[in-house]
């Protein structure tokens, strides 16, 4: 599946940019959605969704030094745009400070569905856990809800790679009733994420075993600053990460 680059730039609003060329990723899936190795093409487009984690204060304009944040989604795109020049990938950032699995699907049609990405990956839990703390709503509820991006995202982009990040906390100092009610919450999301990236068949970037190794290193706050929002080190971990996992399933160049 491509995505014309100007209908790329159109989406983006970035018309008068139609011209350059930039590079790409490599991967395929047959039509059950299964991923397939060592089958390349030109010009596949990436989209990451999510919440501030992904957004990282990204621009909404055509200023292309912030289009795609400061986060491991700049990180991911800039380090592989460097690296494969020719092969016309098309990366774009949809992730919105604060948004839930429910504010996703509001959204979902048009900031995904339109886009008709050939990789999607997804991030999102943190900001539901407050509200499955207050009752607003269950965690088999959160479930669901994920469940219904996916089954829209298969029954219409059957051809869309996804990649399923999981939720994650570094907690250093806060009041232990916080940190036990926070971790067991995302202890079940991070199951769930797990579970439903076997359901559907999708590459699984687990993140929290990586981020609790990084504390051998460093400090909780070296890493996450506030127990949830990554440091630039904590970005640069999950873009390692990311890269590492998707390139087991993906034919990158040069692996």
């Known amino acids: 599946m491509q995505v014309s680059r100007r209908k790329f730039f159109t989406k983006l609003g970035l018309t008068g940019l139609t011209g350059l060329s930039f590079p790409r ?37 055509q200023d292309w030094n912030h289009i795609m944040g400061h ?45 008709k990405p050939d990789v999607l990956s997804i991030m999102i839990g943190v900001n539901d856990v407050v509200r499955i703390i207050s009752k607003e709503y269950s965690i088999e509820e959160w479930e669901e809800n994920y469940k219904k991006l996916l089954n829209k995202t298969r029954s219409e982009l059957p051809n869309t790679t996804l990649i399923l990040c999981e939720p994650f906390l570094l907690i250093d100092d806060w009041p232990i009733e916080k940190a036990v009610a926070w971790e067991a919450i995302i202890f079940k999301m991070q199951v769930i994420v797990l579970q439903l990236a076997k359901n559907y068949n999708t590459i699984h970037v687990e993140l929290q075993d990586q981020f609790n190794l990084s504390l051998q290193k460093a400090p909780a706050k070296y890493w996450v600053w506030d127990g949830v929002h990554p440091m630039p080190a904590g970005h640069e971990l999950i873009a390692r990460i990311w890269i590492k996992e998707v390139s087991k399933k993906l034919d990158f160049i040069g692996k």
């Open 25 to 61: 990723l490599l991967s395929a899936i047959n039509s059950k959605g299964r991923i397939l190795n060592n089958i390349k093409g030109k010009g596949l487009s990436i989209l990451f969704q999510g919440d501030s984690i992904t957004d990282g204060a990204r621009t909404r304009n």
């Open 71 to 115: 986060g491991y989604a700049y990180l991911v795109s800039s380090r592989l745009w460097f690296d494969y020049p020719k092969e016309e990938l098309m990366f774009f950032n949809r992730g919105i400070s604060g948004n839930k699995v429910t504010d996703l699907l509001d959204r979902w049609q048009e900031d995904t569905i339109d886009l």
